[in-house]
């Protein structure tokens, strides 16, 4: 499982704070696109290189003139995340693996609870108050955490969210 770090959601809130849309996946379609021209002989590397190389142009000339702004916005987003972590980081969960207390991280986009001693992070919805249960998991040991959201009240344990036991999955496929 991929988890983007603070500096790379930065970046992503960066670019759309400026109107650019490169952490969206259609600069990527257009040149999977431009590449499966040329692998059916339509077009040719040359003139599929020229093209993108020109849009790159275009997309670094608008970031030097926004330069300021792009790096303000940056800051601004890795600042917030920071002070948000910071305050929110006690009290953690304890780690199942090593015993040790996990951090709680929450930015705009996600929450996680973050191991410094095994160097694991581990997913926890998006939405509602979270507090942490006495009680640990009894497939791997993770202290449990709750959830409470305006609807429903729900428990999960940060390893297994992240990581589904292989016979959970097979009990309940993932959605089409």
Do not use: W
Not at 35 to 49: D, L, N, P, R, W
Not at 53 to 58: A, F, I, L, T
Not at 65 to 70: I, L
């Amino acid at each position: 499982m991929f988890t983007p770090t603070p500096l790379g959601l930065a970046l992503c809130n960066a670019y759309d704070s400026l109107g650019f849309t490169l952490s969206k996946p259609n600069l990527r379609a257009k040149m999977e696109r431009l590449m499966t021209g040329v692998a059916e002989g339509v077009t040719t590397k040359s003139i599929v290189i020229n093209e993108v190389m020109e849009e790159m142009k275009v997309i670094y000339n608008k970031m030097e003139e926004n330069r300021v702004s792009f790096i303000k916005s940056v800051g601004d987003h890795l600042s917030e995340a920071n002070s948000v972590a910071a305050d929110e980081t006690s009290p953690g969960s304890l780690c199942g693996t090593c015993g040790n207390t996990m951090d709680l991280q929450v930015t705009t986009f996600q929450r996680q609870l973050a191991c410094s001693s095994c160097n694991k992070i581990h997913s926890l919805p998006k939405n509602g108050e979270i507090s942490f249960k006495d009680h640990r998991c009894p497939l791997c040991d993770f202290q449990v955490v709750e959830i409470k959201t305006d609807k429903s009240t729900y428990s999960v344990c940060p390893s297994c969210y992240s990581n589904p036991p292989d016979d959970f999955l097979a009990a309940n496929p993932p959605a089409p």
